[in-house]
């Protein structure tokens, strides 16, 4: 395992982050977690160097930090630095805040968190904590050793992310990140700036959800090309472990040869690893998903309110993934809420008004009509 010296905090962790949100169910269903399964599992990673352990008050039902407290018994909690978090729809004032951080540390059955977070800000949800004294709260927290580090986990665009990072003292940053993600959320502008304020940056979503662990045909003939054979898996995560700024990258698993693998990858990266051959290749990967592509929609939203209802950027949208990465359009939650909400291009009665308010001229109302087709035949 690769371990990395985490910004301005000057401590040094496993490069590869276990989260923990995404372990199996029990046989009885996804919703009941497996914890005989998922303590091994964590236990894995650990005894083979993983420092660095990411859950949340809000996963798996609540009963991630439970599951994570369970297995640091037994000498497991001297080994690695927790994150958790705080969501902002848990707490509305101080003794809120108190209460949610102490029943955090009970599931976790530990005396401190090391790494806690403001739970998947934007800028709204920042001038909220702000509004019930969170920053306050952290302050003193980190005073009274419940919390090494201050942190917050960012969901928004750019100018969002530079007002945040700028606006408090914070130790660490979680974004979401990948290669496809270069100009999406904080992108590799906020990687960047963390890393000019010192700021360590943890990695969420390096896989696109699971989405850049397998390539469509057009992608997988790049990597087959290559001289240098590598799975689509650990050509991602290379990537991201070639940014000096990044310290942690997290990885979701399921299986003990998920683990097995990340161990072997982060065995092998670090910054600067990449050669410039490989990253070419890594640009033209990212072009060859862009191909695929089906419009050209920026999610402007001039489009919108549809006189009938329609979700037109958020159909064009899945529609997109579902070309890019591929996907069952029936199991994609997103797509079943807006047929269940009724919002669907079914009810399209071709008035013309998104394509008169369109910014980038497209031609909504024919489009639409392919859309729904190919994701509700």
Not at 162 to 180: A, L
Not at 336 to 354: F, L, M, T, V, Y
Request: proline share 4%; hydrophobic share 35%; glycine share 10%.
């Amino acid at each position: 395992m690769k371990y990395r010296t985490y910004g301005k905090l000057g401590i040094q962790g496993s490069a590869f982050g276990l989260g923990c949100m995404r372990f199996n169910g029990t046989p009885s269903g996804d919703s009941v977690i497996d914890e005989e399964k998922a303590i091994r599992l964590i236990r894995h990673a650990i005894d083979g160097g993983v420092t660095y352990l990411d859950t949340a008050y809000v996963y798996l039902g609540r009963t991630s930090e439970i599951v994570v407290g369970k297995a640091l018994q037994d000498g497991y909690r001297d080994k690695v630095t927790i994150a958790t978090k705080m969501p902002s729809e848990a707490v509305h004032d101080r003794a809120s805040m108190e209460a949610l951080l102490e029943e955090e540390l009970r599931k976790l059955q530990t005396d401190h968190i090391d790494f806690y977070l403001m739970h998947g800000i934007n800028k709204e949800k920042w001038e909220y904590f702000k509004s019930i004294g969170a920053p306050q709260f952290f302050d003193d927290m980190k005073k009274e050793g419940k919390i090494r580090f201050k942190c917050f986990s960012f969901h928004g665009p750019y100018d969002e992310f530079e007002y945040i990072i700028n606006d408090y003292d914070w130790d660490m940053v979680q974004i979401q990140y990948n290669f496809m993600d270069i100009n999406n959320q904080a992108g590799t502008k906020g990687l960047e700036l963390a890393g000019k304020l010192g700021i360590p940056v943890v990695i969420m979503e390096g896989l696109l959800g699971g989405r850049l662990a397998t390539a469509p045909d057009n992608v997988q003939a790049l990597y087959d090309a290559f001289p240098v054979k590598r799975t689509p898996v650990e050509w991602a995560f290379r990537w991201l472990c070639n940014r000096p700024e990044i310290a942690v990258v997290l990885s979701g698993c399921n299986e003990q040869e998920q683990i097995d693998e990340n161990l072997r990858i982060f065995d092998t990266v670090e910054a600067g690893i990449m050669s410039e051959e490989e990253l070419a290749l890594m640009d033209s990967v990212r072009e060859a998903y862009l191909s695929r592509t089906k419009i050209g929609c920026t999610g402007c939203r001039y489009c919108m309110p549809c006189p009938n209802g329609v979700a037109i950027p958020e159909i064009f949208s899945i529609w997109n993934s579902i070309s890019l990465y591929g996907g069952d359009p029936q199991k994609n939650g997103q797509l079943q809420r807006i047929i269940s909400q009724g919002h669907g291009a079914d009810n399209c009665i071709q008035c013309g008004a998104c394509e008169a308010a369109c910014p980038q001229h497209l031609s909504i109302i024919e489009s639409l009509q392919q859309a729904w087709a190919e994701l509700t035949k």
